[in-house]
């Protein structure tokens, strides 16, 4: 039992012992339901569109609002998690992400749909930093670069397969498969989860929850959306619009200054006084918008503009899901070799290259023409890019703070393609109906390939010119524990702690 595996961790587990793959397959699969429901619906976007009645609006919220309770909330996954318990809470947001699912498959309108992706955005802010967390407190330190290489692969690889799952969902049945396929995974991840996760928290996490702060974070993420969203169909003059953007923003303005007071803040701004933390996570913003804008727009302009079926459209993307699972474990080793500045600065920059070449898709593009090239070079860039990223954040900061880093890096990635997902169909001037209308699709692609391609050249830049291998933080006092001194490894040094010049 997991009870039982505590007190059997020494030092911490290893990743060729057996109770250490069982703690992988746990966290991996918990985070690919998160990842897998932030890129396959995109692929059932038309077809939610026609069954629902559902305009441009209807369409970027059933993304939307996912990827916005997930953003806003998953700061206080990971507080929580390290208050109550890592393994309780990612089990329970592993649950709340199932009914939510199920919710979702039953939908008989698109605001019922919405609604039900909210709560999905729930469970995954409750999961996602989670397993990150459990797998950085029970590791050894020696494994924790390959154990977050292989979550980074194995889990990055769910999200590459979202849209070929989607696709082939569609074909033998219907948009609802795409939700109910979540919930043979939900029982077996609690399965695995109950018997195989060792329980592990931070003695000096606050018991207080900052509820200002989290409205504040969700109204102003919510408003400044649905703002950007309501633009196409209602114009910038819109009050909705207008009033929309001026709220979101000064809430998220407000949200800044409630932290610097707070007693208990949610996001303790402190942690951004770690110079290489703070960069990471501008690489990670601009990296990540550009993925969602990616995600979001490929799949439906193969379908929409180019005649794909949507396992066709689904398949595109296939080599990302190769490339990763294939090379992300040696990405992580080459990460700590040579430090994480050349990869984080090549790999954005190679992705950025397949991202601009994407923009050749149109009317008559074909897969081997046109597709499979760029999407491939795409893959490369992005397998160089996320695992010393994920590394990196982490290594910035006290490993006391692994479940913070987590939900703040989490955070900042989702913020990034939530942001960039309501803003593109502005910047590339579509208008209600644009997604449906293969000759205004389009140009508007070509513009949105080009921004996508912007951002990841500027993470790359800021990588080169900024990132520099972490440096092993001093060594702090260690209160008494309620558990012996073996069995909590979340006050084990960061991960490639090894200085490099």
């Known amino acids: 039992m997991a009870s039982e595996a505590i007190g059997s961790l020494g030092g911490g587990l290893s990743v060729t012992e057996q109770r250490g793959r069982w703690v992988l ?56 998690g390290d208050r109550l318990g890592r393994r ?24 019922a749909l919405v609604i039900a992706r909210a709560v999905q955005g729930v469970g995954g802010a409750l999961l996602t930093p989670g397993a990150l967390a459990i797998i950085q407190a029970t590791f050894r330190p020696e494994d924790r670069s390959r154990a977050i290489g292989a979550w980074t692969g194995l889990a990055g690889v769910s999200a590459a397969v979202g849209p070929l799952l989607g696709g082939w969902l569609l074909g033998v049945g219907s948009w609802r498969w795409i939700f109910l396929i979540n919930l043979p995974v939900v029982v077996v991840v609690l399965g695995i989860a109950t018997r195989h996760v060792p329980e592990s928290k931070d003695p000096r996490a606050s ?28 114009g910038p003059s819109s009050p909705a619009v207008l009033v929309g953007l001026v709220v979101g923003v000064s809430a998220l303005v407000g ?4 932290e610097r007071v707070a007693s208990d803040p949610m996001l303790p701004l402190g942690i951004f006084s770690a110079r290489l933390f703070s960069i990471t996570n501008l690489v990670t913003f601009l990296v990540y ?31 990302v899901t190769l490339v990763m699972l294939a090379f992300s474990a040696q990405a992580g080793a080459l990460g700590e070799r040579l430090g994480p500045r050349i990869p ?28 499979l090239g760029p999407v491939t070079l795409f893959a490369i860039g992005l397998t160089l890019t996320v695992t010393p990223l994920t590394a990196t954040a982490l290594n910035a900061v006290p490993q006391q703070q692994a479940g913070l880093a987590s939900g703040v890096n989490n955070a900042v990635a989702r913020t990034g393609g939530l942001l960039l997902v309501a803003l593109l169909p502005v910047l590339a001037g579509l208008d209600a109906h644009g997604f449906s209308d293969a000759s205004t699709l389009e140009p508007a692609f070509r513009t949105a390939m080009t921004i996508c391609a912007t951002l990841l050249a500027a993470g790359g830049l800021v990588s080169a010119a900024f990132i520099r291998s972490p440096r092993r933080p001093e060594p702090t006092p260690e209160p008494e524990l309620s558990c012996p001194r073996h069995h909590c490894s979340v006050d084990a040094p960061p991960i490639g702690s090894t200085s490099r010049g």
């Open 255 to 258: 949200f800044v200054v409630r």
């Open 344 to 371: 984080m600065a090549a790999g954005p920059m190679v992705a950025a290259v397949g991202v601009a070449a994407l923009s050749r898709v149109g009317s008559g593009a074909t897969y081997l023409g046109d597709v």
């Open 88 to 111: 309780r809470v990612f089990m329970s947001g592993v649950v709340v992400f199932g009914v939510a699912s199920l919710l979702c498959a039953l939908a008989p309108t698109i605001e």
């Open 289 to 319: 918008a550009a993925l969602g804008g990616l995600f979001f727009w490929l799949v439906v302009t193969l379908q929409v503009v180019a005649g794909f079926g949507p396992l066709e459209a689904g398949m595109s993307l296939i080599p």
């Open 207 to 234: 018991g207080h929850t900052d509820y200002p702060g989290m409205a504040l974070v969700v109204g102003g993420l919510g408003s400044l959306t649905y703002g950007l969203a309501a633009w196409p169909e209602q």
């Open 25 to 80: 397959a746990a966290t991996v699969l918990g985070s690919s339901l998160a990842l897998i429901d932030s890129t396959v619906v995109n692929i059932a976007l038309p077809a939610i569109g026609t069954d629902l009645h559902a305009g441009i609006a209807g369409l970027t919220w059933t993304v939307n609002a996912y990827t916005l309770t997930l953003a806003a909330l998953i700061l206080v996954g990971g507080s929580l």
